[in-house]
């Protein structure tokens, strides 16, 4: 019996993860489009804007409880924000699911520990949010410097080089 090498099987996988990893993104929005602006409630209750984090980079997170996939992407995250500083980036989890008291107990038990808005199905479809996890990068000027879907190992360092970017620029310019 002939036995396919392991190096063929590799490139096989690597090709089908590259193809999946550009049809997830292929639908977001494109870099350097004004991210849609947005007026939700948290999971506490407390009302927050996009346009609350002006001048700043602010990392959305689009994310459910019980996806492992996201669950990894945050930690990618809470990582970065560790190694680069508090000070580089916001962090806005975007939760899809309107039952407030599962995502308070996720929050209580430590899991996510960063603002969790309520995710209306209007901005999910103005985000294009078709898999999870879903994140955008938004620059100081409230454009889009990166939009990225599902997990993969060189997520980390993907969002790391667009936040060093963007933490280097200057002011706001075109906020909404």
Known sequence: MKQTPVFLIFILFSVNILYSQNYLEK???KKDNIAPVFSLLTASGDSI???DYKGKVVILDFWYVGCSPCVKAYRDI???????GKDKFVIIGMNPVTRKNKILRYIKKGKYNDTVAICSKTIRDQYKVKAYPTIYVINKQGK???ATAGYYNELKSKIEKVVQE???KGGVKIFL
């Open 27 to 29: 639908n977001l929005l």
């Open 78 to 84: 809470k990582a970065l924000e560790e190694k680069l």
């Open 166 to 168: 963007e933490s280097k």
């Open 49 to 51: 804007n996009l346009s």
């Open 144 to 146: 889009i410097a990166l």
